[in-house]
Each structure stands twice: as C-alpha cells, then as structure tokens.
C-alpha cells in the first residue's frame, strides 16, 4: 500500500552526471562535455522537483490517495440548462440545492474546468463521408459546412465545460485536516523543494476509507439526482485521463491519453489455496 506511483523520479537513483563520461560506457561512445553535463544535472533536478510538487501519492480502487494520507473521490456532473426552465422549475432546483447542501456532513469542492474543443477529428469525420457523397448539390453544401467549421475553429476558442464534485476524506478527523492541508498548501509553495516520501496506510484505514467514501459518493449522486442533475463516479481510468488532461492541457488535446494500463503499475498479493496470486487493482 505504500508503494508510490510508478513513474515517480526517486533523485537518489539517478547517478550523477560527470564531465569525464561514464564509467563501464562502450568504447564508442563519446565522453559528455560540461554543458552537457551540467544540462543534464539540470533537467533531472527540474524532473524531481516537478515531482515533489505533486500533492497526490497514487490512483487506486476509483479514489485518489494524497501524499498526506487522505483520500478524494470526484464525481463527474452533467450539466442542466437553468435559463430555460420556467419560473417554477427555477424554485424547485433551487429549493432542492439548498437541501442539498444542508444535508452534507462532510465538506465537498465543486470544479468546474474549461477546456479547448479539438475540433480535428470531427473535420476528419466530414472529410471521409464527403468522399462517399456521390449527390453533388450535397457534396458543395458539405464542402462549404467544412470550410466554415475550420475557419471557424482557427478564428475562435471553442471551448467546452466539465463540472466535477471532489469529495475528501480525512481518516484523523475533518477539521483538523482542512488546517494543516492548508499550512500543508503553503509550505509547499514556500518551503522549497521536499524529499520523496512514501504514503503508508495500514490495512484497516485504507478499507474504512474506502466504505466511507462510498456511502459519501452515494450520498452526493443522490442529492444531485434530487436537483435533476445526472452525476457519476470517476473509475481509476478516468481519474487519471483528467489528471493527465489538467497537468498536460496542450499536450493532451494532440496525443491524448492511450492505453491507461500501460502506465499503471500491478499490485501483488499473497494467495491463499487456490486463490490468484497476481491481480492488478483499479
């Protein structure tokens, strides 16, 4: 359970750049310069404090364990059109938002992220059945729709909203941990880099966790349910396609996240009888 993730820089296994090659390199392979030494000391102590500014441990069983021991859920919500709602239907979400809200025993954090649309594989869509158009009045409409779209794209951000419910969960208690996350938030801004630690969880936090972050995800989908809002858990997958997609914003939109399995490690666990000994964990 404390095994931190797997692309995690550990700076004490990076050997040290020297200016005098590599010991034990082959024969044809030249001796690095200064400046490429230096370079590359650099670009690993940028690495490893790119890492350590990070405040999440690792991505497991649909929850986000924190380098502080505590847990997140993020429930995804599809948004509802309140301007077209008559005078009425305004009230009643209002009324159930407020309930909503009162009804809460733990805190909740509402994200609502803006992202830039790719509009290149819907230009693609277009292309391929233009070419199977073989009416030509539909073909020139086609083709101007097509134009107009790209134009469109190249002289205006089409931008799309995503809204998230971030549920936390503090295993020492709720107050406590919302004051020293916060001396925890500016430390880390102030305090310059830290060391690598690793996340330890006893068995019987991680599954109390886990249960109390499933009644609380019940209990956020039911009230949102209540407002007419449709709202669902991230899986691990998920969790880490909108991590991947917030930390790489221009990144993500040219080469979105593939198979998610290949940058997840496999947990192992002891069998017993007959029972699997390899198993990975999502």
Request: include cysteine; charge should be negative.
């Amino acid at each position: 359970m404390g095994v931190p993730p797997s692309n995690q820089v550990n700076p004490s296994q990076t050997p040290p750049a020297t200016s005098g090659g590599t010991v034990g390199a082959a024969p044809a392979q030249a001796a690095a310069t200064p400046n490429q030494a230096a370079q590359k000391t650099k670009t690993q102590q940028n690495a490893a404090s790119t890492q350590n500014s990070l405040l999440l441990s690792e991505l497991r069983d649909s929850m986000v364990v924190m380098s502080d021991g505590t847990f997140r859920a993020i429930v995804a919500c599809k948004s509802i059109n309140f301007d077209l709602m008559s005078e009425r239907e305004r009230g009643g979400v209002e009324t159930n938002y407020q309930d909503f809200l009162n009804a809460l025993r733990f805190p909740i954090q509402i994200l609502v992220r803006s992202q830039r649309v790719d509009i290149g594989p819907y230009l693609d869509k277009l292309e391929l059945l233009r070419r199977d158009q073989d009416n030509m009045l539909l073909g020139v409409l086609m083709d101007d729709y097509i134009n107009f779209i790209d134009l469109l794209s190249q002289e205006a951000n089409i931008m799309d909203k995503s809204f998230f419910v971030v549920i936390p969960y503090y295993p020492a208690g709720e107050i406590t941990n919302v004051v020293e996350q916060s001396k925890g938030f500016f430390n880390s801004i102030f305090g310059g880099n830290k060391k690598n630690t690793i996340t330890k969880i006893d068995k019987d936090t991680y599954e109390k966790a886990k249960d109390e972050i499933r009644n609380r995800v019940e209990s956020v989908v039911h009230g949102l349910t209540q407002i007419g809002v449709r709202a669902t858990q991230l899986n691990t997958k998920q969790i880490g396609e909108l991590y991947y997609n917030i930390y790489n914003p221009d990144t993500a939109v040219r080469e979105p996240l593939g198979n998610f399995e290949d940058v997840t490690s496999l947990y192992i666990r002891k069998g017993e009888g007959n029972a699997p000994t390899l198993g990975a964990r999502q």
